[in-house]
Each structure stands twice: as C-alpha cells, then as structure tokens.
C-alpha cells in the first residue's frame, strides 16, 4: 500500500505542471482557442514533444518512455489543471497505445516515433452514430479486395479528427450486416474516399464526423498486419478504452481541484450582505459536499490509474466502470456548484470556471456516461 | 375540491389553442421546439401578432389595453403558448417595469409607456444588477445626482439581457448616499440613446450574447422619468421582484421540454430498444415527470390563493426554486439522451437556415447549448439559495 | 379549479381534529400503545364511531354518510396529525370500501352497519409472503366445495389481523399453481382453520400473520355472493387499494405538517454556540428542503384523492403511482431531517419526532416502495 | 503508488482471518451478522478471548500491553474482524479513554486503569454529552468543586452509550466557571459506584436501551483521578475526540452490511427473478458498493498519511460524513429489500434463542430496527453537519 510518487513520477508531474504554468495559462489558452484554426496550438504541440511527454506510452523498445499509467495520471491530472487544448488524450494516449498494442514491429517502428517526436497526430476513429455509449456496436466494415481492403463506415465525433494526420479506424472484417472481429485500421485522414467534417465541441476542442466511403488501403493499414486472431482487436481496444477511461478520470482530478480553488477564492473574496459569501454556512458545506466529490474521485482516478493494467478482465471492468461513475458524478456536481456559488460570473465565457464546467461535462459523456457505467456495473453484481 | 378546469376555462383554452395553430408562425415555432436561436425580430413579430388580437398583454387590466384574464386564464395561455412552441414573452416591459408603471406611475408615464410596450415598438432592458450587487441588491452603488431637472447618472449595471436591442431601461440609482442602503434608492426610466450609454456585450458559456454590461457616464435623465418619490424606489424594485416572479414556475416550458426528451428518447436506442423503454432511463424520466406534476399542482393552488386575491407570497419561491430545477433536470437528460453527439457545440448550426454539413442527428445540436444556457435559471431572478433564505425566514419564521 | 373544501367539508376536519386534540395527544397515545392489549383504544374507537367517522365510506344507502376520496383525505390529515394508532384505514376506508364496492346488497347490510357502529372491525388480508409490492401476485386459493368454499393460503403483515373481527381475505378461485379469477371471501377471525399471530410494527400498531388452512366458508362468505364475474374483483380490488394509497398520501402530509413544526420549533430554542440552531444558514436550508417536499406531496395528496375516483384506470394509475412517489420521498426526506435536526433527541422515543418518523416509514412502505411505483410508471410512458 | 497489501501485510491478514475461524464464538457471530440484539457478555466475551491471544488493543502500543501493530495492520484486522462477525469493540474504554491515559495520564492511573480495559474487566462510559451541549460541547455545565483532594461533582451528563454497564465513567467537567468556556474543564474518572451517581435508561425509536443519562449529585472524586492538570481538560477531550474518529469510515462493518443486502436481494423476488437481477434495484446497490470502493481507498490514503506519522487530520471528517452515510444508505436499502416484512419490529425475535412463531424470512426480523439504529450514525460523533464545518473550515480554510 503505497500513496507516493517515484522520485521520476514527481519530476513527470512537475515538468507538466511548470509547462502549464509558464506556457499554457488561461489567456494564453483563450488565445489558442480563438484564433488557432485547428482550436489547438501546434507550437505548444511541439513542446509537449520537447519535454518528451508524447513519448511517454511509446514502448522502451520504440525509443518511447513506456510510461505506467500512473505515468498517464500525473500528466493527465496536469493537463486537467491547465485544460490543455491539445489532442494529448487522443494522440499520445489512445492513438499510441493502440499501435503499441495492435501494431506489427514494422508499423510501431514507421509510426511511434513521428507520434513521440510530435511530426504527425493520430486520433482513434472509434464511435459512430448508432452505437451511442456502446463501444462494441460498430457498423463500419471492411473486406479484403485483392492486395487490400475496401472500408465503409461513418465514425462520429472523433477527437481532433480533422488535424490528426492519421485516423486509427476501427472496423469489422465481414459484410456490412455480418457481425466480424474487430480489426484496427490506420487510415491517412487524406485518403481518397475519407471524408471529415470538423466541428467545435463544448470543451473548447474540435472533433470530426468521419465518413470512409469505401475507402481503399492497403494490407499493411491493418495493425497487427492481420496477424491478430478473431476478436483479438476487440479485447486489445477495450484496454485502450479503458487507458482512456483512467487518463479522463485523472485529467477530471486535476480540473476538480483547480475548479474547487477558484470557487473558495472566489468565495473568500466576493461580498454580499456586508461579509465574504464564504461565511455563508449553507455555501461552506456546499463547498464541503465539492471536497467530499473530488477525494473520492481522487481515489477511484487511483483505482483506475492501478487497475487498468490489470490481467483479470472483469477485476479491470469494475474498476474502471466504478471509477467512471464516481469521476462522473463529481464533475457533475462540483461543475454545477461552481458555477452556482460563482453566480452569474460563473455562467461566462470570461472566467476560467466555465471552461472547467465544460470540459468536465464533456469528461462525463467520453468513454460512457455515468448511468451506462452505472448499469455496467450493476449487471455484474453479484 | 376540484382539479379540473370550468368548462368556461376548457373553451378559453381550445379558443388559445385555434389561435396559435393559425397565427403562430411556423419558423418561429420551428426554433422555439427544437431549442434553436431566437433572433429579436422573433420576438417582435409575435409579440405584434399577439396585440393585434388584443392579447399583447396576459396579464394586463383592459383599462391598460391589456386582457384583463384571470390568473388561471393566465396560467392556461402561458401554458398552450408554451406547448405550441411561442417565444417566451420578454418579460421587462410587460412584466416588470409596466407593472409598476401602472400601480406606481404618473398618468403621463403610463400614456407615453405603455402602448409601446404592448406594440413592441420599444424594447426595454432592466438596470437592476451591478457587479457588486448581485443577491444583495441593495448595495448598488450607480449614483444619481439631481441638477435641475434632471439627474446625472454615473454608474454600472451588469447582467442586462437583451440590452443590445433596448430603447429604455428601467434602472435603480442611489439618489441618497448618506441614507440606509434600502432608503437613497430611487427608481428611474432611462432612455437608451441617451450619451454617456455604453452596452458591452458579456459572451456566456454557451457561446451566446444575450448579456450585457451597461457603463453610465454623466448620463442626463429627465426628473419626469423617474417613477414615484425619490428616494422611495426601493418600493418600487420590491413591488417589481414579486411580479417578476409569477409565472417562474415555467410549467408550459417544463412541460414541452420534457415532450422534447421524451421525442428523442423514443427515436434514440439502446440495444435495439428505443431508450424510453430502458427500465433506468425510463425511471429517471419517470421522476421528472412526477415531480412537474406535483409542481404543476403546487403551482395552481398558489395561482388559485392570488385569484383569492392575495398577493404573490413566499409560495413564489417554492415555485422558483422546483420550476428551475426540474427544468435543469429537462436539460441535463436531453445531453444523456443523444449520447456522444450531445458533445458538439455549434451555435451556428442553431441558427435558421444553417446549410452546412449536418453532425448527428438535427435534434442533437442545441442539446448541449441549451443545458449550458440554463444553468442561469438557478442564479437569476433573485438565486434559489435567496429563495431558501425567504422560505426559511418568510415561510417558517427562522 | 377549486382547492377549498365545503363547508361540511371543513366540519368533517374540524371535528376529527377536535377528537385528535381533545382524546388523543402524545401521551394519551402514549398510553394507548403501551398498555392497551390491541395496541389501540377501543374507547377511542367508540369515540370515532360516535361523531360518525367509521360511517363516511359507508353508502348513505346503508345509512352511512357516503363521503367521498376528498372527505376521506381530510379526515386522514387529522389523523396523521394525531398518528391515531385505531384501525381506520384498515376497517373504516378499504374494509368498508371493499364491502361497499364488491359486496351484495344483503352482505352490504349485513356488515356495513356494525362497522359504522364501531361494533365490528374487519380488515383487508391480501398481501402475502411471495408478493413482496406486486400486489396481484397472490397465491391463496379457494375452490368450491358442496355448499361452500374451502380457502388455503398464508396472508402477511396483516394491519390489525389480530383484532379485527372480520377478515377479508383475497384468494384466487381456482387451484394451487392456476390462475383463477380474483375474489374476496369475508372471514371470521375465529373460524376453524383460521390462525393469526400478532406482532408489533415500526408505527407503534399491530399487524399480524394469517394462516388459511383450508378453512370451510359457507357460501354467503364471497363478497357479491358469486355475482361476479371471472376477474370483477381484481379491478375493484385495485381501486381499493387505489383508495388506501390516497388515504396515507393524505395521512402522510397529517404527520409531515406536524413533524416540520415540531422540527421549526426545536430549532428555535435549542441553542447551540450561543444561538438557536435555526439560525444557521445550513440548517435553515434544509428546513426549506422539507417545506419543498411537504407542499409537493400535499399537491399530490389532493391529486390522489381527486383521481383514485376516475373512471379511466390508466390515469387512475399514473396519478395514484406518481403521487406514491412524491409523498414516499417526502417521508424519507422529511423524517430523517426532522430526526437529524432534533441531534439525539430525535432517536428517542420520548419525542413525538420518532414516532412519526416511524409512521412515514411504514407509509413509504405500504401499498407498495416507492421504486415499485416509480418503475409502475415508467413503464407507462409514452 | 501501489494500491496492493505487501505479502507480510496478506500474510497478517490470513493471521488474522484464521484466528477469527478458530476463535470467534459460533453465537455471537450469527448474532452479529444477522444484526440481532447483542449483551454485555458476548461483548467482553469476545475481548477476553482477544486479550488472551494478546490481541486485546490492536491500536495500543507494546508498552502499554497492545499489539504495536501499525496502521495498515490495525485496519486489516477491523475488516476482518467485521467481515468474520466479530462484535465491533466497544470503544469507551480501549479507543476513547486510553489514549488519554497513555499520552497525559499519570504512571499510576496507567498502571491502575490500562490492564482492566484491556482485559475487559472493567467497563468504560463517556461522561462528555449534556442536554444543553451536545454539538457545542464546550458549554458544558457539570460542575466540580475542590474540596481537599476531593471533587464534589454536580450535573447531568446524556447518551451515555452502554452506561448502564459501566463501572468507569470519564467526565469533562467545568472547575472554572469564570473562564472561557474551553478553559476551565477538567477531565476526571469517575467511579460509577460513588454514591450520588443514577443512570437512567433512554430508550430510542427501534425500542432499545443503549443510551442513558447520568445524573450527578454531590459524587465525591478523588483528585488523583483527574487527568493531568485542572482546568485542561479541553486539551485531553480533544486530543480524545482526534483519536475517536480514526476508523470512523466502517468500511469494514459496511462491507459486512452490504454483503448482508446483496445475500438478501438474492433470495427475494420480484416478477420471479432474484431482486439483485432488477435495473433498478442492482443500480441501487451499484452504487452504494462503488461509493465503498471509493470510501476504502480515501480511507487508505488517511491510514498511509498517518503512518507517515501525521496525526489524524480535517480528512477524518470526510470518512465520517461518507462513512456513515454509507452505513445509513445500506440499512435504508435494507428495509426496501424484504418488503412489507420491514414492518415489523420485535425486539424478542432479535434476542438470541427466540423461539416464537415466524413472522416472515428470518432475515427480515432486524431489518427496521437496525435502519432506525443507525439513524443515530450521522449525530454522534460529532455530527455530520459539524464535520462539514470542520472541513469548510480546516481544509478549505473559509
């Protein structure tokens, strides 16, 4: 039982937070968001790379970091605490996790490094319309013509999909209405027969519809060069997932604390009725209740951080499903109540609080909502 | 005991219906179902259709030009209007100053007011807040001072909705520093186009402009716009409060939001099954839809204690408080309702019109704006933790 | 809309909280419970008798007074006011309103009379171990045997079986394992092969189990004497049990009116850190929470009351559902309030807090949890 | 960060879990998973049985004839120990007084007092709580007054927990009256025999005596049965109330209660399927086991601060709030889980050997009484609203 840091996981988190600190501050941000046309900051990218966080889930053996995923938490919780614009989550978590995974030696070689070095972003084209909060149900297909494959599908909301310079689709080898394995696709997001429409989301960040319209790749665009058995992507992507779920819940750790500073700084200092609201005793345990919510999403973002390495599949569920729900409900609640006790200050565009609300909301929604988690969970009981 | 209607009532509200199903238009109705942007000309127009048939204002006496309803005919107006998807009515003018215009102001502000109002021909905005008064409102600090027959305003007022297309304000200024908070205070009419007005828009979360701030600076207001007694206008601004808070329960709103989240939770599935047949879902609807009942209820037996004639009490803040909750609620499941979709953020895909690429379904698009957009509804119009406080001192007596 | 009451109306309040005020405060009750065998008054039931309460839900035709839900629900205010420990709801609303509803014109005068006087108590037996909330799920069974019926069956938790006179026991005419038409069998308590064991609820009464064992009932014993047909009962038996949750809804908001003012009135002269304890803020929110409740299930007491009359059974359910939930939530909320603001007085039974804090208890469970109708409805909508 | 015991730390806990097979008395065990009543004697029982393993104070140290275990081992043992059915320690003597005795105690009042606590033959009770100073303890009103190297004590001390066994009462009593409140108590052991001494019963809502007053009338007390210096006391009830709120949570006794629910909702049935199967009802419990997990691990980070050897902090305040909002939630999910059996509260059917006749499922005999029990979870203890104003007030510094 061991709360504590390495001396390197320290030096991880205080490198991350001295480059939010000096770089990344809330007009800084603001800047990047308004006027960045991909709503992200290719130089600030480039210092992520720098300072070797895109590294940090590249294998050993790429010439990466190969990070923990407590590595993970303490980057995310920094990122959460600067809401860091860029597609960290999507492209040196998620999108590298998954070649490091699924990929051949050959394909981890060619991909990962550019990834570490930041030359080239990778986003997992994952949901798609119907399948809601449902990772398992996908519809888009692929099928082997010749020397290659033939893809056909509609990917929704992919993170940065219109600037990741690959998109890591994922598709089922079978006929369209045939229920195949699960396969991993890198698709060049400029390939003919891609299509992507980008569009703002609540978190101040841009994501993409994806329509692949039998979009030709070649054999080598499916990780793992089909050497992967049956089913074996799918197992491979809820670990992924499960990676992503743990990073959010440690990036929601990190935007909690600083969301619950600003409300006791704001309540300290904003007077009403001749004395600090913070004196107001209904406030003070409202502020209590946002304290009780982030310890324990502390916890669970521990939990996740612990168990989503774990071997045994269905300890790994639980874990990560328990966690999504208590991350999940804090953000809901310390949100609000930031907000809230902010008053109409809380509700602009101006203060940073509202930048926190939304990025926490969007926290609830990636990955499964609360309720699906919630009922994940439940199923399971026994 | 009885929770129907008079048949009187019932033909009032097949006669609103018929009207709204002819004279409502259907661009309009379009935006306000699907929870798109209003424009202000939205506003204006139906608000001009409504007076043409003599119905501009609900709540008006006919000696005003009003309707003289009751306040169940009121209540079942606000309620089809709602449900046929009409603009909420901007509530400054009729709602707020013109109450207090008529039971407070000369014979010469009512004639020179009032018609406009009702015509929409002027805009109002309200000056009421400012950055340092806020739930303690009688602290404001915008200082007016007599030269002649006018006073020179200097001050700020925050949080104005919808200031970027008013003609008036009505606005509360300290006329006696020297006087109690609540006593200097004095309640006048301020003409928008006056110099020395600077209207700054305030950009909320959801992307909008639908605040303000408003900077005076030695803005002249003739002595004939201020309402009443100097120095009283703390009166005034009380009297205004408890108008204001009629009808804030927002059952008819309530209600069409929740067919909203019904609608899409019917179209939207789960394991192959429309959500609205998930036992959780289902439960969790289930509970908003119990608790507008109840608050529908509630809300007509205070309706029916004012139609006794007694005037809106501490009961307001009950309605407050539970109408703005459940509908938080209504926006809070509408973002779970579309799944991943409920991510995007794109005001211009809510504008009439928009021709661009579509992102997921049509009614997935304001879901998330709508919720961002009403966290407000628990902070303005005197904040629900102030509600708590009247109920516990008003209501109780602690 | 009118939410007034007629002049009777107020009489009919005025006098049962006349008759609660006079006989039957807290320590009068006190004594009742703790001394009287039956754990109520039969004194105090005469009482009720003489001012006529025990006739409004008998038929004017039986020389009753005919009330309606309205009059029955002001007459539950009262005595969820004064937490009456007799047997009215049992025997002067769903006894009586059973026998008036599915009753023959001679049973109706037979037994009607004698439960207006107060000589006779009868009760509803229907639910049973296996039911849990559903409460068509019954297993007795009754099944014609020469002139009459022999009845086997367990029925549970009866209110008041140990005293009543008269039982009206629900059975399935048919076959153990078969689904018969519901009927409703009036049963001397005494009657061979009839076996009950009492037992003390949390609301300070008694209830008792009920043993059938193929107990011999002449054939007069089937309420409508067999005039009904297959399934009659079920759907009188529902607007019964339809009538008795109105009867609590009305009954709960008695008791959740006094338990806020008890609750108002302690926080007002305890004094702790030199001030009432109503003074702070986080408590008189919470104080406000309870008002919240109180009026919103006092709106679906009047809803219930207005509706357990409708014609249309679907409505009927929804409102009858709904207004179960709202008033449940009330009691749970309301009373574990009214119990924390009290500290450590609040537990014990020397304060009235804990007894009507127990009476909510058993209303939030009686005719069904709230979760029961709260899924109930659920599954309605459309 | 390691969230797994070390080897020595699992191989404690089997230690533990085999001693508990070996040792815990087969009736006080049915006794205490079932939630039925528990006596004195099963209590000292099974502390007797404790000492003679040498086990009588895990959170003692070795000086003192304790286990010298650390923090890490002090929790795996409670959760053993619970989950086994051990009754909970009864914490007057062993948790509450001892420390106070090891840290300002005399060598004397040590050696007089420690060894019977741990052996059980002496039994403790609280002598803190007043009628008028239950959350604002500070006011208390039991006076003490010098007399030679006696105190001659007057007053009346409330929930007094189990007093009716006591044979030691430790007291916070005002021996200066003119001081600030905090400054002139002291803090005296009391000899429940002392003439002048009346416990009498408060029997709470679920019918049982568990609480007393204890009325105090000319009790002459030694002077040497002070602790520490007059008029200090604050400092020793204090340094008490820190020590009393260490494992707090229960997480050990909640796992227990919980696995008590979900072995319920197994056997129970609704539309034929096992409870536990319901969207509804498995949502419920869901989330009452996710929030433990939760609790565990917050109650882990405190346990391995502590051992970092900081003493125990505000964060004790959250594992109160949580923990026994937990505990209250499973009684709550409890009574919803037998249905209309939850009725039923008799006190006989939950004494051990009752021999009556059945009045549903055994399991559905305590289910009331224990969720009327536990109401008292979220008072005591300093109560759940004055936690939250410790950690408005220690964490967040307001």
Redesign the interface.
């Known amino acids: 039982m061991d709360f504590g840091y390495t001396e390197e996981q320290q030096m991880l988190l205080d490198t991350t937070r001295r480059f939010v600190g000096k770089d990344y501050g809330f007009e800084a941000r603001r800047r990047i968001r308004e006027s960045a046309p991909e709503g992200f900051s290719r130089e600030a990218w480039q210092s992520l790379a720098d300072i070797g966080l895109l590294a940090l889930n590249v294998p050993e053996a790429e010439g990466g970091l190969g990070g923990s995923a407590i590595d993970t938490m303490l980057v995310m919780n920094a990122i959460g605490e600067g809401l860091l614009l860029e597609p960290y989550l999507a492209s040196a978590v998620l999108a590298t996790r998954a070649i490091a995974l699924l990929g051949s030696g050959e394909q981890g070689a060619e991909l990962l490094p550019a990834l570490a070095a930041g030359e080239k972003i990778a986003t997992l084209a994952h949901?798609e319309?119907?399948?809601?909060?449902?990772w398992r149900s996908i519809e888009t297909r692929a099928w082997r013509v010749g020397s290659g494959y033939v893809i056909t599908g509609h990917k929704?909301?992919v993170p940065h999909g219109g600037s990741a310079d690959l998109l890591l689709v994922t598709a089922r080898l079978a006929a369209v209405g045939e229920h195949g394995p699960m396969a991993v696709f890198a698709v060049p997001r400029e390939l003919a027969g891609v299509k992507t429409?980008p569009?703002?989301?609540?978190?101040g960040t841009r994501?993409a519809?994806v329509w692949l319209n039998q979009a030709f790749l070649p054999e080598s665009a499916l990780l793992g060069n089909g050497g992967h058995e049956a089913g074996d992507a799918e197992g491979a992507l809820e670990q992924i997932i499960q990676a992503g779920i743990a990073a959010v819940c440690a990036e929601a750790v990190g935007a909690l604390d600083k969301l619950l500073a600003a409300t006791v700084e704001y309540a300290r200092n904003r007077?009403?009725?001749g004395q600090p609201i913070g004196k107001?005793q209904?406030?003070q345990h409202r502020m209590a209740d946002m304290v009780l919510h982030i310890e324990q999403a502390r916890s669970m973002s521990f939990l996740a951080a612990v168990r989503c390495a774990d071997a045994d599949a269905a300890e790994r569920r639980r874990a990560l499903s328990a966690a999504k729900v208590v991350v999940g409900q804090a953000c809901?609640f310390v949100g609000?109540q930031a907000?809230?006790l902010h008053?109409?200050m809380?509700?602009?565009?101006?203060l940073d609080v509202?930048?926190y609300?939304?990025r926490l909301?969007?926290i609830e929604?990636?990955f499964g909502?609360t309720?699906t988690h919630?009922?994940a969970y439940a199923s399971q009981l026994a | 005991?009885?929770?129907?209607?008079?048949p009187e009532?019932n033909a009032f509200r097949q006669e609103v219906r018929d009207f709204l199903a002819q004279s409502l238009p259907a661009d309009i109705r379009h935006k306000v179902i699907n929870g798109m942007i209003l424009e202000r000309d939205d506003y204006v127009r139906w608000q001009k259709i409504l007076h043409a048939k003599g119905w501009g204002g609900p709540s008006w006496k006919r000696d005003f030009g009003g309707t003289g309803w009751s306040a169940?005919e009121q209540y079942i107006f606000e309620e089809e209007a709602a449900a046929a998807g009409a603009p909420r009515a901007i509530p400054f003018g009729l709602k707020m100053v013109a109450p207090v215009m008529m039971q407070y102001g000369s014979p010469g502000q009512q004639q020179r007011f009032l018609p406009s109002i009702l015509s929409a021909d002027e805009w109002w905005c309200q000056g009421y807040?400012e950055p340092?008064a806020?739930?303690?409102l009688a602290?404001l600090k915008t200082r007016a001072v007599r030269e002649g027959d006018h006073y020179i305003v200097n001050g700020q007022k925050?949080?104005t909705t919808q200031g970027q297309y008013a003609d008036w304000m009505f606005c509360l200024v300290r006329t006696d520093p020297e006087a109690k908070p609540q006593r200097g205070i004095s309640f006048l009419l301020i003409d928008m186009k006056t110099p020395g007005i600077t209207v700054r828009p305030?950009?909320?979360?959801d992307?909008a402009h639908e605040?303000n701030e408003v900077w005076l600076e030695d803005v002249k207001v003739p002595v004939e716009n201020r309402i009443g007694e100097e120095n009283a206008g703390w009166t005034y601004a009380k009297f205004l409060l408890g108008h204001e808070r009629t009808n804030i329960a927002g059952i008819g709103i309530a209600k069409r939001e929740l067919a909203r989240l019904?609608r899409i939770a019917a179209l939207?599935?789960?394991?192959g099954r429309p959500l609205?047949k998930d036992?959780?879902?289902?439960?969790?609807?289930?509970?908003i839809?119990?608790?507008l009942?109840?608050?529908e209820?509630?809300n007509?037996?205070v309706?029916?204690?004012e139609a006794a004639h007694r005037a809106p009490g501490p009961?307001a803040s009950?309605l407050k408080?539970?109408g703005t909750e459940l509908q938080q609620a209504i926006t809070?499941m509408l973002?779970?309702v579309a799944?991943?979709?409920?991510?995007?953020?794109?005001r211009e895909a809510m504008a009439a019109g928009y021709q661009g690429?579509p992102?997921?379904?049509f009614y997935s698009v304001p879901l998330?704006a709508n919720?961002?957009n009403m966290?407000?509804l628990?902070?303005?119009g005197g904040?629900?933790?102030i509600?708590?406080?009247i109920?516990?001192?008003m209501?109780?007596?602690?």
């Open positions: 949901d319309p119907a399948s809601r909060f449902d929704s909301v429409v569009f703002n989301t609540i978190d994501a519809e007077k009403q009725f107001f209904a406030l809901r609000q907000v809230q008053g109409g809380g509700v602009t565009d101006e509202s930048h609300f939304k909301m969007a929604l990636q909502s309720d919630l009922e | 005991m009885d929770l129907n209607f008079t009532e169940t807040s340092g806020g739930s303690d602290s925050t949080w305030i950009i909320t979360m992307g605040v019904k939207e599935t789960k394991h609205i036992p959780l879902f289902a439960a969790r609807i289930a509970q839809e119990i608790d009942t109840a608050l209820i509630t007509l037996r309706l029916s204690a009961e009950i408080i539970k809070e973002v779970q799944g991943p979709y409920a991510l995007q953020l794109r690429d992102v997921g379904p998330a919720y961002l966290r407000k628990s902070i303005y904040s629900n933790e509600q708590k406080n109920i516990a001192q209501i109780l007596g602690l």
